[in-house]
């Protein structure tokens, strides 16, 4: 079997994020200001990266910012700015919502696809150099966060090089009880936290694996229920309290680095390619999906 397409696609994504964090400057006039108002929109795993922004923002003080799904987002709300992220720019939901909201605020479309329908409802951020072959994201997401980052007054140079650290080391740097888990839940706060649900989206895409994500401290509140001997706690960003404790109770292993989320998300990514290796699936083309979900009108 040849090297999957979503192998070079995550190989190059530290150098993708350094791209793209020096392009924040060149978008600084369509990307939101200070103070306002902001719903960042997207579906699936871009829906993903519009929650880390949204958390990055606020606890940064640079304005409220909600993300939407973009099937059940509330534009009607008084925002100052809509940001649309969409790697293929022919999503259904998102073109709906675009167009549902109807131009009441400025609008930024950021894609990495060329002659789409979303180009045409937005300021857009068109990133060509970062679209994939693969099904599944990997290195669109990641370097649009790295921008949204860049442009929030983020210095990335250290996420980039864990970044590079995850993409450099060995495989069996994976532990046998982490490449073989049943189950692998993801946990973090914050950042940690929407880089986790997108951890989980991609072992569920790339090998068809049981993967959760929540909350590190809603984690102790049901979901440590299903942890035991065989399966795996993977925490993203720092730990909460007591939580090494709690889970080295339940015989699972957790798995922590003391890295920045998006650099971890590397190695998830790393180990999805290595499990579904290991389960003879074509990470490229998962089960029952396609590049955009493209609706009948």
């Given at each position: 079997?040849?090297?999957?397409?979503?192998?070079?696609?995550?190989?190059?994504?530290?150098?993708?994020?350094?791209?793209?964090?020096?392009?924040?400057?060149?978008?600084?006039?369509?990307?939101?200001?200070?103070?306002?108002?902001?719903?960042?929109?997207?579906?699936?795993?871009?829906?993903?990266?519009?929650?880390?922004?949204?958390?990055?923002?606020?606890?940064?003080?640079?304005?409220?910012?909600?993300?939407w799904?973009?099937?059940?987002?509330?534009?009607?709300?008084?925002y100052?700015?809509?940001?649309?992220?969409?790697?293929?720019?022919?999503?259904?939901?998102?073109?709906?919502?675009?167009?549902?909201?109807?131009?009441?605020?400025?609008?930024?479309?950021?894609?990495?696809?060329?002659?789409?329908?979303?180009?045409?409802?937005?300021?857009?951020?068109?990133?060509?150099?970062?679209?994939?072959?693969?099904?599944?994201?990997?290195?669109?997401?990641?370097?649009?966060?790295?921008?949204?980052?860049?442009?929030l007054?983020?210095?990335?140079?250290?996420?980039?090089?864990?970044?590079?650290?995850?993409?450099?080391?060995?495989?069996e740097?994976?532990?046998?009880?982490?490449?073989?888990?049943?189950?692998?839940?993801?946990?973090?706060?914050g950042?940690?936290?929407?880089?986790?649900e997108?951890?989980a989206?991609?072992?569920?895409?790339?090998?068809?694996?049981?993967?959760?994500?929540?909350?590190?401290?809603?984690?102790?509140?049901?979901?440590?229920?299903?942890a035991?001997?065989?399966?795996?706690?993977?925490?993203?960003?720092?730990l909460?309290?007591?939580?090494?404790?709690?889970?080295?109770?339940?015989?699972?292993?957790?798995?922590?680095?003391?890295?920045?989320?998006?650099?971890?998300?590397?190695?998830?990514?790393?180990?999805?390619?290595?499990?579904?290796?290991?389960?003879?699936?074509?990470?490229?083309?998962?089960?029952?999906?396609?590049?955009?979900?493209?609706l009948?009108?």
């Amino acid at each position: 079997m040849s090297e999957p397409l979503l192998a070079a696609e995550i190989w190059s994504q530290p150098d993708n994020w350094a791209e793209a964090s020096a392009l924040a400057d060149t978008y600084v006039d369509v990307l939101p200001q200070p103070g306002e108002r902001v719903a960042v929109i997207g579906c699936g795993t871009s829906l993903s990266m519009a929650r880390a922004y949204a958390t990055l923002r606020e606890s940064g003080g640079l304005g409220e910012t909600d993300a939407w799904p973009a099937s059940a987002a509330r534009l009607s709300r008084p925002y100052d700015r809509l940001v649309a992220i969409t790697r293929s720019g022919t999503t259904s939901e998102v073109l709906d919502a675009l167009a549902e909201h109807g131009g009441g605020s400025p609008v930024t479309v950021i894609t990495s696809s060329e002659d789409t329908p979303v180009l045409d409802l937005g300021s857009p951020i068109l990133l060509p150099q970062l679209d994939e072959q693969s099904v599944v994201q990997s290195r669109f997401a990641t370097s649009v966060l790295a921008l949204l980052r860049a442009h929030l007054g983020e210095r990335l140079d250290g996420v980039i090089r864990e970044g590079r650290d995850a993409r450099d080391e060995s495989d069996e740097a994976y532990a046998a009880v982490v490449r073989e888990a049943e189950q692998i839940t993801f946990v973090g706060m914050g950042l940690g936290a929407a880089i986790a649900e997108e951890a989980a989206l991609k072992l569920r895409e790339s090998t068809g694996s049981w993967s959760e994500s929540y909350l590190a401290t809603e984690y102790r509140h049901g979901p440590i229920s299903i942890a035991a001997p065989g399966r795996v706690v993977w925490a993203l960003g720092p730990l909460v309290t007591n939580f090494e404790r709690d889970v080295a109770a339940t015989g699972a292993h957790l798995e922590h680095r003391h890295v920045d989320p998006m650099a971890d998300l590397v190695r998830v990514q790393r180990l999805c390619l290595l499990k579904a290796a290991d389960l003879g699936i074509d990470p490229d083309r998962p089960r029952n999906l396609s590049r955009s979900v493209i609706l009948d009108s």
